[in-house]
Each structure stands twice: as C-alpha cells, then as structure tokens.
C-alpha cells in the first residue's frame, strides 16, 4: 500500500509534512511525495503519483487565497481531481482550506494542520480500514472545525 502526498508552495503551512506525520502515526504505508506550484497543478501530480510512482490513494493539499480568482482556480483544481479520479479509479482526497475560511494567519495556520491530520486519518481508513468509516456514517463529520453531528441525536 502506498499513499500518494501532492502539495504546493503557495499554501502558507506545509500542509504535505504535517500530512506525512499524520499517516505514519496511523499506519505503516509507502509514502510519495510531489510539491507543485499551486492547486491548478495537482490533478497532474496526483495522476503522476497513481500512474508512474505506484499511489493506490493521494492526498491533494492546497490553499485557495481568498480572491474571486482564487475561488474559480479551486473550483477548477476541483474538477480536474475529480476528473482523476475517474480516469484512474483511485481516490483523490482533496483538502483545500480557503485562506478567508479563518479571521487571522494564526487561526488559518490551526485549521490548515486540523483539516489536514483528519483527512490523512480518514486517507488511511479509505486505504486500510473502510469498516471504520462505515461505523462514521451519517455522523456529521468535519474537517478542521467541530463536528456537526447527527440531525437526530
Ligand atoms: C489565481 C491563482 N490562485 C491560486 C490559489 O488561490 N491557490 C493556489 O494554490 N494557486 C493559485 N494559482 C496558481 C495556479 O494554481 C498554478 O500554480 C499556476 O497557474 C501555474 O500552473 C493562481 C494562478
């Protein structure tokens, strides 16, 4: 098994090394990584990692900034992940945090590490154990801020 890592550098945290440490507390993977410029380049990478460095799975890490332009980068990132995925028939889990989703550069540099530590579990799980997100079903489950839970308590 091994698990495909691709990042950028225009994220404002090293999304890809908190990623790395994140799956090695979990399990006992091989590991590739591919850092790219910015989100627009990872459906390549990640195709990259699947196709000619073996991944069964990736993780596609990357920060829209906050502008408008930003916002139509990341839906077309989006759509060629998407597109990726179904070329190959391998999951691409795909963790953006917009930079205006937090008030400040500390509460951004929180949520980039959170939402990034809890898609690598749920990575590992997709990958190893999908009995356990089985048992997440329908459970309101987020990434970064709190869980919403379950509409019926
Ligand atoms: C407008 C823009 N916005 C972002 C962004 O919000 N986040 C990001 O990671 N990258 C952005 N880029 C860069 C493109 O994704 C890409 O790296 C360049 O167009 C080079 O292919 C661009 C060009």
Not at 19 to 38: C, F, M, N, Q, T
Not at 75 to 100: K, W, Y
Request: some cysteine; proline content about 4%; aromatic content about 4%.
């Amino acid at each position: 098994m091994k698990i495909g890592i691709a990042d950028t550098t225009f994220a404002r945290i090293d999304m890809g090394r908190i990623a790395i440490d994140e799956i090695r507390k979990h399990a006992s993977v091989g590991l590739e990584r591919y850092v790219v410029p910015g989100i627009k380049d990872l459906p390549v990478a990640c195709k990259k990692l699947i196709e000619e460095r073996g991944c069964d799975l990736v993780m596609a890490l990357g920060m829209p900034g906050g502008a408008e332009k930003d916002r139509v980068c990341a839906h077309e990132a989006s759509q060629g992940l998407i597109l990726c995925q179904l070329l190959t028939n391998r999951h691409i889990i795909e963790v953006f945090v917009h930079e205006d989703e937090a008030k400040d550069a500390k509460e951004l540099a929180w949520l980039m590490e959170q939402r990034t530590r809890e898609h690598a579990v749920n990575a590992v799980r997709l990958a190893l154990r999908p009995k356990d997100l089985e048992k997440l079903a329908g459970t309101g489950q987020r990434q970064g801020f709190e869980d919403v839970g379950p509409a019926r308590p």
